[in-house]
């Protein structure tokens, strides 16, 4: 079985993001980047089915400029066999990453998908679902737990209050949740050997696919700042201001 994961390049979970003076984004230069935290974890889930046998290749596929093979070399640290950078400057969207991953289906046809829940940069949580459309393929979103047999993936998903078990046939698209396992602390050995492992380079245009972004950002802010809070001596006092200052009793 084959199994193919989308990763992609985000800002560090650990720094704070800032916005651009001009509000246009996001401030970028000089930005520490990493792989997509739901990403190392889908890639961590792949590695592990293939450790038990259950897998026989993990291809892992990003979707950017040439630093975005940063991350496809993690991921092949990690464990991954080969990776393939689908290359461009342009600003991409959950739409034409969609499309980009269903054109690299077509030509790896592999048997399971697996991307994150979500990029933690756009926080879109699009493409998953848009990919799972596009190749008509079965879904499981949030994944929290996957078994794979008998030509079917069992998937427990997180839902509000609970979970979910799913089972899909194969082919199926399948993202990950924070729960689904813990990546393990990429090793400098692993670092080395993933620098011989093969990486592809392909394009938007070798894929045939038209990535023109269809959003247009009109103006990205901060949230507004909260104000200050106050210390009340007792209950009554709480109460006093709830009623007539918040004016929310
Ligand atoms: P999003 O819909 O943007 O929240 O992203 C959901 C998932 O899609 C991510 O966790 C990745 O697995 C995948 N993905 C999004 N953008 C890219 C990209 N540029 N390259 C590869 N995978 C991506």
Same mark, same amino acid.
């Given at each position: 079985m084959k199994i193919l994961v989308a990763v992609k390049r985000v800002v560090?979970?650990?720094?704070?993001?800032r916005v651009k003076t001009d509000q246009t984004?996001?401030?970028?230069a000089n930005v520490k980047m990493a792989i997509n935290p739901f990403d190392e974890i889908?890639?961590?889930?792949?590695?592990?089915?293939?450790e038990a046998g259950t897998a026989t290749e993990v291809?892992?596929?990003?979707?950017?400029?040439?630093?975005?093979?940063?991350?496809l070399r993690t991921a092949l640290a990690i464990?991954?066999?080969?990776?393939?950078?689908?290359?461009?400057?342009?600003?991409?969207?959950?739409?034409a990453v969609a499309k980009l991953l269903k054109a690299v289906i077509d030509k790896e046809q592999?048997?399971?998908?697996?991307?994150g829940k979500q990029a933690i940069d756009d926080d879109s949580n699009q493409t998953g679902q848009m990919l799972a459309a596009l190749a008509g393929l079965p879904q499981a979103t949030y994944a929290a737990k996957i078994t794979v047999a008998e030509g079917r993936a069992v998937v427990a998903?997180?839902?509000?209050?609970?979970?979910?078990? +799913?089972? /899909?046939?194969? &082919?199926?698209? *399948? %993202?990950?949740? +924070?729960? /689904?396992?813990? &990546?393990?602390? *990429? %090793?400098?050995?692993?670092?080395?050997?993933?620098k011989k492992k093969p990486l592809d380079v392909t394009s938007p245009a070798d894929l045939g696919?038209?990535?023109?972004?269809?959003?247009?950002?009109?103006k990205v802010a901060e949230p507004a700042k909260r104000s200050a809070g106050q210390k009340v001596p007792d209950v009554a006092a709480l109460v006093e201001k709830l009623r007539n200052e918040a004016k929310v009793l």
């Open positions: 560090d979970a650990n720094i704070k993001v984004g996001i401030e970028l889908a890639v961590e889930e792949a590695v592990r089915l293939k291809v892992v596929v990003s979707a950017g400029t040439a630093q975005s093979q940063e991350v464990g991954a066999d080969r990776a393939i950078l689908v290359d461009t400057n342009e600003e991409l969207q959950p739409l592999p048997q399971l998908v697996l991307l998903r997180e839902v509000d209050g609970g979970e979910e078990t +799913l089972s /899909l046939s194969l &082919p199926a698209v *399948v %993202t990950t949740d +924070l729960r /689904l396992n813990e &990546p393990r602390f *990429v %090793t400098l050995p692993n670092i080395m050997k993933a696919v038209d990535v023109a972004p269809r959003l247009k950002t009109l």
